[in-house]
C-alpha cells in the first residue's frame, strides 16, 4: 500500500524558514517522479515543485522560483521542500504527491494527508 | 488567477448529466494531456480522470473526459449525492522551463 507522510509543517514568522519531508512507502521510491501540492485555506490547489525519480532534473511554480527547494533521498524514500523567505502567502497545506507514471510529473495518483504551514508573526 | 480556467461552481440534481469546463492556451492543454481530481471535503485530492479521457480503476464509468484544442471538459452521468465535492483539472505547462498548472476548481452541489 502507496504512503505519503509529510511532516515539518507549523508555525513560522513572516521572513522564516522551514524544512519539509515527506517519507514515502509501499512504492519504489526512485522510479517515480514526486511533488508538492499547496491549497491555502479555502482556496484552490496550487501545483509548487516537482522533481524527477533521480532527483536530476527539479521544477518550481513561478511563484516560489528562487526561494524554495526541492530533493529527496532515494536511499531513505524521502522527499524534502526547503523553505526560505517565507511569506503570508505560503500559508497553507501542503501535500506530497507520487506520479502516476515514472517522471511524468503531471499525473499525480497518491497524495499525502497534508501538513500545514503558517506563516505569521 | 489561475491558468487554467474553471467555471467557480455546477450544479444538477441526482440522476442528471452536468459538465465542467476547463479552458487553457497552447502551451498547456494545447500540448498535453488533462488531468482531472475531485477532492471531498476535508481529504486529499484524487485521481479521476488521466490522459485526457482514462479512468484509474475505482473510478466509476459516470465520470468522463474528453479534450479539444486548448479546452477540456468533465462530464458526470447519473449524478449522485456523493459526487458533490471539488473538480479540479490540471495539465503541464511547457513555458518557463516547464511546470504543472491548475484549475482555480469548480464547486460541484447536488441539489
Known amino acids: 500500500e502507496v504512503q505519503l507522510v509529510e511532516s515539518g509543517g507549523g508555525l513560522v514568522q513572516p521572513g522564516g524558514s522551514l524544512r519539509l519531508s515527506c517519507a514515502a512507502s509501499?512504492?519504489?521510491?526512485?522510479?517515480?517522479?514526486m511533488s508538492w501540492v499547496r491549497q491555502a485555506p479555502g482556496k484552490g490547489l496550487e501545483w509548487v515543485s516537482g522533481i524527477s525519480g533521480s532527483g536530476g532534473s527539479t521544477y518550481y511554480a513561478d511563484s516560489v522560483k528562487g526561494r524554495f527547494t526541492i530533493s529527496r533521498d532515494n536511499s531513505k524514500n524521502t522527499l524534502y521542500l526547503q523553505m526560505i523567505s517565507l511569506r503570508a502567502e505560503d500559508t497553507a497545506v501542503y501535500y506530497c504527491?507520487?506520479?502516476?507514471?515514472?517522471?511524468?510529473?503531471?499525473?499525480?495518483?497518491?497524495w499525502g494527508q497534508g501538513t500545514l504551514v503558517t506563516v505569521s508573526s | 488567477q489561475s491558468v487554467l480556467t474553471q467555471p467557480p461552481s455546477a450544479s444538477g440534481t441526482p440522476g442528471q448529466r452536468v459538465t465542467i469546463s476547463c479552458s487553457g492556451s497552447s502551451s498547456n492543454i494545447g500540448s498535453n494531456t488533462v488531468n482531472w481530481y475531485q477532492q471531498l471535503p476535508g481529504t486529499a485530492p484524487k485521481l479521476l480522470i488521466y490522459s485526457n479521457n482514462q479512468r484509474p480503476s475505482g473510478v466509476p464509468d459516470r465520470f468522463s473526459g474528453s479534450k479539444s484544442g486548448t479546452s477540456a471538459s468533465l462530464a458526470i452521468s447519473g449524478l449522485q449525492s456523493e459526487d458533490e465535492a471539488d473538480y479540479y483539472c490540471?495539465?503541464?505547462?511547457?513555458?518557463?522551463?516547464?511546470?504543472?498548472?491548475f484549475g482555480g476548481g469548480t464547486k460541484l452541489t447536488v441539489l
Open positions: 504527491a507520487k506520479a502516476r507514471y515514472g517522471d511524468y510529473i503531471p499525473t499525480i495518483d497518491y
Open positions: 490540471a495539465a503541464w505547462d511547457d513555458s518557463l522551463n516547464g511546470h504543472v498548472v
Open positions: 509501499g512504492f519504489t521510491f526512485s522510479s517515480y517522479a
